[in-house]
C-alpha cells in the first residue's frame, strides 16, 4: 500500500530536521540533485534529454551537483546563477539541467553526499569505479552514463533563455 | 533518426572499399564500387545526414576547444581524436543512423546513438584511435575497447547493426 502524499511529504520533512545539521550528510533515494549544464553539446533539446557527456565525472571522481529536492522550478535557477556562475570560459551562460533522483544515482552504485561546500546545497556524487585499467575504468564510467542519460526518471530542464553572467553594471 | 539496412555487413557498396587486391581486375572493381558509393554520397537524402553529424562534430569542436568549456575543468578536445572521430562519421555505412556529437571531459569526441527505451550506444574516441564503447539493449548492456583504424570496429557496427534492426522491425509491427 502506497503512503499518501501528505504522509509522505511529513516523513520526508521529519527525515530532512533529523539530519539536515550533520554536513556532510548521504542523501536519500527519494532526494533530487541536478547538475547544472553550461554547454549546448552536452543536451538534445530535440529529445530533451540530457546526453551521457553531460555525467562525466572530472579527474576527481566527485562530480558536482546541487541538492534541489522540492525546491522550485525558479528557486533552482536562481541557486545555480547566485553560486556557480563566473566570468569565465565555461561558466559564463547556462543552458540546461538534468534533475536526477538520487534512487538512479544508488542503481548505479553512486552515493550522493551534500557537502555544502563550496556553496550551500553542493552535492558531490562519488563513488565511480577506478580499475587500475584505465581502458575498463572509462567503459564502466560510459555505461553508468549511458544508463543515467537514458533513464526516464532523469528530466532535463531548460530555462525559458540561456541564463547569461549579469556584468556588474547589470547586477 | 533513420534506421540502417545495410549495417549488417560490415562492407559492401555503401562502405569504404577495403580490398587490399591488386589485380586488374581487381582494381576495376575497386574504381566501380568507389564511383558508386560517391554517387550516392552525392544524393541529397545520404549525404544529409553524414553531413548534419559533421556539421555537429565541428560545432562541438568550437564549443570544447578551450580549458574547462563545460564549466567544470573539461580539458579541450583533443584535435586528433576531432580527425579520428571525422574519418569514424566518414566511414559509417552511409544507410546507418548517424549519432549525436558532444565531448568528454578527457578531450575525447562521443557519439551516442538512441533508438528508444533501452537501447542506446555510445563511442568515445581518443587521439591514438581506441574506442570504448557501451550498449543498452533492453535490460543486458555490453561495453568494449575496440581500435579503429580502416574501418568501424566489428562490435560497434554490430551492436549498432542490432539495435537499428531491432528498432526498424518495432517500427514495422507497429
Known amino acids: 500500500m502506497r503512503c499518501p502524499s501528505w504522509l509522505a511529504k511529513l516523513l520526508r520533512r521529519m527525515w530532512r530536521v533529523e539530519t539536515v545539521s550533520q554536513v556532510p550528510r548521504e542523501l536519500a533515494p527519494f532526494e533530487v540533485v541536478t547538475r547544472i549544464l553550461y554547454s549546448k553539446t552536452q543536451f538534445s533539446s530535440q529529445r530533451m534529454r540530457p546526453k551521457r557527456s553531460a555525467f562525466m565525472p572530472p579527474p576527481s571522481m566527485k562530480l558536482s551537483g546541487i541538492h534541489v529536492t522540492d525546491l522550485l522550478d525558479s528557486t533552482i535557477w536562481e541557486i545555480a546563477e547566485k553560486n556557480t556562475m563566473r566570468s569565465e570560459p565555461g561558466r559564463d551562460t ?25 556553496f550551500e546545497r553542493h552535492t558531490s556524487v562519488v563513488g565511480w569505479p577506478a580499475p587500475t585499467d584505465m581502458n575498463e575504468r572509462k567503459e564502466r564510467w560510459i555505461e553508468i552514463c549511458l544508463e543515467l542519460s537514458e533513464s526516464p526518471d532523469v528530466k532535463l530542464a531548460i530555462p525559458p533563455g540561456p541564463i547569461r553572467l549579469k556584468t556588474k553594471t547589470e547586477s | 533518426m533513420t534506421t ?14 577495403r580490398s587490399t587486391a591488386r589485380s586488374e581486375s581487381a582494381e576495376r572493381l575497386s574504381a566501380i564500387i568507389e564511383q558508386i558509393r560517391m554517387h550516392l554520397l552525392a544524393s541529397y537524402a545520404v549525404r544529409r545526414g553524414v553531413e548534419r553529424a559533421l ?43 548517424h549519432p549525436e556529437i558532444s565531448a568528454d571531459p578527457d578531450g575525447d569526441v562521443a557519439l551516442d ?39 568501424i570496429p566489428g562490435s560497434i557496427a554490430n551492436a549498432l547493426s542490432q539495435l537499428a534492426r531491432e528498432t526498424a522491425a518495432t517500427n514495422v509491427a507497429r
Open chain 2, 55 to 97: 556539421d555537429e562534430l565541428e560545432a562541438t569542436r568550437g564549443v570544447a576547444s578551450v580549458e574547462g568549456w563545460d564549466g567544470y575543468g573539461a580539458k579541450p578536445m583533443n584535435p586528433e581524436a576531432y580527425l579520428l572521430a571525422r574519418r569514424f562519421l566518414e566511414s559509417l555505412p552511409t544507410t546507418a543512423p
Open chain 2, 113 to 151: 546513438w538512441s533508438f528508444g527505451p533501452r537501447k542506446a550506444l555510445s563511442v568515445s574516441i581518443n587521439e591514438k584511435g581506441r574506442c570504448v564503447f557501451a550498449c543498452m539493449r533492453g535490460y543486458s548492456t555490453l561495453r568494449g575497447t575496440e581500435w579503429f583504424d580502416d574501418g
Open chain 2, 4 to 17: 540502417g539496412l545495410a549495417l549488417g555487413r560490415p562492407t559492401g557498396l555503401i562502405t569504404p572499399n
Open chain 1, 94 to 118: 547556462i543552458y540546461a539541467r538534468a534533475d536526477v533522483p538520487v534512487e538512479q544515482f544508488l542503481q548505479q552504485k553512486l552515493r550522493a553526499i551534500r557537502d555544502d561546500q563550496p
